[in-house]
């Protein structure tokens, strides 16, 4: 598939609808990369239709969104993302499209830095891009505005990663529409492993890899399928610092244990997916994303003070932004998205469709935004790996 090189972003993002949260913690130096993700198979989902829960978390963020209108082929595109108050990056954000495909994200987890793991990552080649230093950030963005499916989304979000490079450590993807879900992870340089979600089952993860080893219909990267079935990539790309510390741990657990009814032991590898003891529903959803773990042994009852492995981390936590349900609909004007405000153990999660009403024509938000759009498309390597 073709991929255009030049994105038009900057002159599409015609509105923006700014819902501010206040981050009331402000804590130096640390950067809190503590999303939580989970995706419903549509045969596990109470709607019939694909589930999908998120918590973006950060410090010194708010939640700002729009609606990019449509034009030039490509789908209006509903965008709600993580941005520093200091300026600079964007962070994080999940973005839906009037033609039904819904992409967000979980850092993958810092591989070297974190872990202390020695390898460093080979050259994949030259990255060719906007930048000059691979894509990061609007990666997702460029494939959903094309996408009429989960899987087209995921085809070009590969070309794309061909084409330029990822220029972050790792990313976990969550590509989805009413019918069938995604979980693309990519690496830095031109690595990426894509599954598809088993209709009857449902993913939960945190902030690290979750494939183990390549599955039969697995997409990956030539660089991974020649290391054989017997490769296990977590654990090569990943110290076990990352993927088994209780900071990822019982998130995970504790998100199927809420969310799907299923018991895992905390220190088990990490299953892809689970089959739920029942049909997961927008509720099991919201409930798993506002917990702390009451009444667990391990329930958080302080704010933690800095970065650390070692620390159990609850899913809402002093870093949450924004909590999202997005309950998919064939009809995208029948999708219901279920946001709040903050922290969703604080505040009640508000409806919004984001297509239900009219599109929004070019009303004009100024120059400012623009120029916030440009600095999307140019993300300086060395400060982009450790957003969120
Ligand atoms: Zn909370």
Redesign the pocket.
């Known amino acids: 598939m073709k991929v255009e090189t030049h994105v038009s972003v900057t002159v599409r993002m015609r509105m923006f609808v700014p819902l501010v949260v206040a981050t009331m913690f402000f804590v130096a130096a640390l950067t809190a990369d503590a999303c939580t993700a989970i995706v419903v198979g549509k045969k596990a989902s109470a709607t019939g239709h694909v589930l999908i829960g998120h918590n973006e978390d950060g410090t010194g963020m708010y939640m700002r969104h729009a609606m990019l209108p449509p034009g030039d082929g490509k789908a209006a595109v509903f965008w709600s993302e993580a941005k520093k108050y200091a300026g600079g990056d964007q962070v994080g954000a999940s973005v839906y499209s009037e033609r039904g495909v819904f992409v967000v994200s979980n850092n993958g987890g810092v591989m070297q830095e974190w872990d202390g793991v020695t390898f460093s990552l080979p050259d994949e080649g030259s990255y060719s891009t906007i930048s000059g230093k691979g894509i990061g950030y609007d990666l997702r963005f460029r494939a959903v505005e094309r996408a009429r499916t989960a899987r087209e989304c995921v085809d070009i979000m590969i070309a794309l990663i061909k084409e330029h490079g990822y220029n972050q450590y790792s990313r976990n993807f969550l590509v989805a529409d009413a019918e069938e879900a995604w979980i693309l992870e990519v690496l830095n340089g031109r690595r990426y492993i894509a599954r598809r979600v088993p209709d009857d089952e449902v993913v939960a993860y945190p902030n690290c890899l979750i494939y183990n080893k390549l599955r039969p219909g697995d997409l990956a990267s030539e660089n991974i399928t020649s290391k054989g079935t017997d490769f296990d990539i977590t654990s090569f790309y990943q110290g076990p610092r990352t993927w088994k510390s209780p900071y990822n741990l019982y998130r995970w657990k504790e998100m199927y244990r809420i969310a799907a009814g299923v018991e895992l032991e905390p220190g088990a590898e990490y299953p892809f997916s689970v089959r739920p003891a029942h049909p997961i529903s927008v509720d099991d959803i919201k409930r798993g994303l ?1 917990t ?1 773990y009451e009444g667990r042994p391990y329930e958080v009852k302080a704010r933690h003070p800095k970065k650390d492995p070692k620390i159990i981390e ?1 899913i ?2 002093h870093t ?1 932004l924004q909590s999202l349900v997005c309950e998919m609909n064939p009809n995208p004007k029948e999708t219901v998205m279920h946001l709040t405000v903050g ?1 969703p ?2 505040v009640e999660y508000g409806v919004y469709r984001p297509f239900g009403g009219v599109l929004p024509g070019d009303t004009a938000f100024g120059e400012k935004a623009v120029t916030r759009l440009v600095n999307h498309e140019l993300p300086p390597a060395a400060r982009i790996i450790n957003g969120h």
């Open positions: 506002r702390h609850p809402c936590r949450t922290r153990c604080e």
